[in-house]
T-cell receptor
C-alpha cells in the first residue's frame, strides 16, 4: 500500500539554526498537510497546501515557517531560526481530495532543538 | 472554538471489547476519524465516518456517531494485545484540516 514517507526520522539542531523537514506524499494525492505534536500535547494543524499554494494555515504557522513543493514528489517544511519550543514531532499528511477522502500520515520527524 | 476531547486511558483484558469515546464541538464537521499510533510510529488511519451516518462497521471495529450529542465512539471487538496503542479521534472541519483529541492510551492485559 502506498505510504507517506518522511525524512529524517530524527533531527537534532542548535537553537537559531534553520531546519528543513522533508516529505514524499502518496503519488496521486493533491492535498498536503503538516501537523505537529509537542510532547504530551495534542496533534496540531500547521498548514495545508494545494495547487502550489497554501490553502489554510494556523496561527502557529507564522513567518518563521514556510512550505514548498520544489518538484513533483517532495513537500518540505522549513523552520527558520529555530527556538526551543519548536521541539516536537512533525507529521506530514496527504489526501487525494480535501473533502471526502481521508488524510494519510507519515511516521513523523522528531525535531529536537538544543 | 473547535475542540475534541477524549479520556486519556483505557485498560481492558484480552478478548474483551474496548470502547473509546470522543466528544467534539464543531457541528459542521464533515467527517470524523479514528487513527492509531503505536510507539515510535506515525498515525495510522483506522476508520472514518461521514457525519450523516450513525454507524459504520469494519471487521472488529464499530464506529458509532451521535450527532445530536456530538459523541463518537470506537468499539474494538475481541481486543488483542496487538491493539495496545494510542487512539486518536479527529474531526475534519469545513476547511479540510483535522482537529485531534489528545488520544486515548489503550492497554490490553493478557
Amino acid at each position: 500500500e502506498p505510504e507517506v514517507t518522511q525524512t529524517p526520522s530524527h533531527q537534532v539542531t542548535q537553537m537559531g539554526q534553520e531546519v528543513i523537514l522533508r516529505c514524499v506524499p502518496i503519488s496521486n494525492h493533491l492535498y498536503f498537510y503538516w501537523y505537529r505534536q509537542i510532547l504530551g500535547q495534542k496533534v496540531e494543524f500547521l498548514v495545508s497546501f494545494y495547487n502550489n499554494e497554501i490553502s489554510e494555515k494556523s496561527e502557529i504557522f507564522d513567518d518563521q515557517f514556510s512550505v514548498e513543493r520544489p518538484d513533483g514528489s517532495n513537500f518540505t517544511l522549513k523552520i527558520r531560526s529555530t527556538k526551543l519550543e519548536d521541539s516536537a514531532m512533525y507529521f506530514c499528511a496527504s489526501s487525494p481530495g480535501a473533502w471526502n477522502q481521508p488524510q494519510h500520515f507519515g511516521d513523523g520527524t522528531r525535531l529536537s532543538i538544543l | 472554538g473547535e475542540d475534541v476531547e477524549q479520556s486519556l486511558f483505557l485498560s481492558v483484558r484480552e478478548g474483551d471489547s474496548s470502547v473509546i469515546n470522543c466528544t467534539y464541538t464543531d457541528s459542521s464537521s464533515t467527517y470524523l476519524y479514528w487513527y492509531k499510533q503505536e510507539p515510535g510510529a506515525g498515525l495510522q488511519l483506522l476508520t472514518y465516518i461521514f457525519s450523516n451516518m450513525d454507524m459504520k462497521q469494519d471487521q472488529r471495529l464499530t464506529v458509532l456517531l451521535n450527532k445530536k450529542d456530538k459523541h463518537l465512539s470506537l468499539r474494538i471487538a475481541d481486543t488483542q494485545t496487538g491493539d495496545s496503542a494510542i487512539y486518536f479521534c479527529a474531526e475534519k472541519n469545513q476547511g479540510g484540516k483535522l482537529i485531534f483529541g489528545q488520544g486515548t492510551e489503550l492497554s490490553v492485559k493478557p
